[in-house]
């Protein structure tokens, strides 16, 4: 097994440690029904993404009627 030839400043290994922090999602309000969701996605409880509607939310909701 090897070993380390010189060790890491604490400095350097704290500034690598930084870079794996957890950042909080970025939410913004839907245009259509104002819930919170993240940016770019479309809104899972209207279906609405930039104005227009891209995901049908009462076909979905007709359908797992259905299953049940």
Known sequence: MSTQKQRHTKARRDRARKELKLTTAK??????CGAMIKQHVA??????????EVVDTMKKAAKKATKK
């Open 43 to 52: 809104c899972s409880k209207c279906g609405y993404y930039k104005g227009k």
């Open 27 to 32: 939410l913004v309000k839907c245009t259509k």
